[in-house]
């Protein structure tokens, strides 16, 4: 059963989601301090980040979708990657197989909490992973299709707000607080009134700005949960290169169990 369309601000055809979500990494953002905190989350930070995670983690549903990536790099053709990720975030699981190009076909990751392997089709075995993987060498990384647990890995602050586009945001600064996260600083654009990421940027322990990550639009399942169709992911170190993201076939129709697990994952590549 695929759930009813929600069209956002930014919804439409491909083309025009991505002139928009272009338009939307051009418009300056006047940002209103920055705090660090202490050893402890800020109280209000933390709600603010289990507020967005309880819409985006999808406990109570099955959700298999189809992600086509579109990455473009200067001076070279577009490169073009489909994926089919099955998600069961009740007990933080998801399974993910690589569709297109034939390059790619019959890879995939299967995630189990924070246990993560890619399964290699050529040589039939799985190498363990962690969230650092880019997804295909693209500017997305495995972690943004499971379940969200930013607490257990960050220290949250308040950081200001801000004018992101035409939303008001509010800004949470998360850092890390273990090794084996995606990336050491990150500030979330939360935009006031439903609490949803409109923007994410990604810094190194140094605080260079690595990546930024533009949530275009989301779809409704119901029940107060979300799961976005649109994303734009900008390198900010090799200028020019940035990803596409979007999300489409989806369904909440029940998964068999059988599908979360490694022996799934081989099967599809014979």
């Not at 491909?14 to 301090?33: E, K, M, N, S």
């Not at 089709?121 to 880019?134: A, C, G, I, L």
């Not at 997804?135 to 992101?164: E, H, I, M, P």
Request: with cysteine; proline share 3%.
């Amino acid at each position: 059963m695929k759930p009813k369309q929600h069209t956002g601000n930014c919804s439409g055809h491909a083309a025009a989601a991505l002139a928009a979500a272009l338009a939307l990494a051009a418009f300056p953002v006047a940002a209103q301090g920055t705090a660090k905190g202490g050893a402890a989350s800020d109280p209000a930070a933390a709600a603010l980040v289990r507020g967005f995670e309880d819409k985006l983690n999808l406990e109570g549903l099955d959700v298999t979708n189809t992600f086509t990536f579109v990455q473009k790099k200067a001076a070279e053709t577009d490169r073009v990657l489909r994926v089919r990720i099955f998600r069961r975030d009740a007990v933080d699981a998801f399974t993910l197989i690589f569709q297109f190009p034939d390059s790619e076909k019959g890879k995939g990751y299967y995630r189990s909490k924070d246990d993560l392997f890619l399964y290699l089709p050529s040589t039939r075995e799985f190498v363990y992973r962690n969230r650092k993987d880019d997804v295909g060498s693209t500017d997305v990384r495995t972690d943004l299709f499971g379940k969200s647990r930013l607490l257990d890995q960050y220290r949250a602050t308040l950081a200001g707000q801000a004018r992101v586009s035409k939303w008001d945001c509010d800004i949470v600064r998360l850092d890390a607080l273990q090794l084996d996260v995606s990336f050491p600083v990150q500030k979330w654009y939360l935009r006031k009134g439903d609490g949803l990421p409109v923007k994410v940027e990604n810094f190194s322990a140094s605080e260079t700005l690595l990546r930024t990550s533009y949530y275009v639009d989301y779809q409704d399942l119901g029940k107060g949960k979300y799961i976005f169709t649109k994303l734009l992911s900008v390198d900010a170190l090799e200028k020019g290169q940035q990803t596409y993201l979007t999300n489409d076939a989806i369904s909440t129709s029940r998964i068999q169990d059988y599908v979360f697990s490694k022996a799934f994952l081989e099967e599809q590549s014979r």
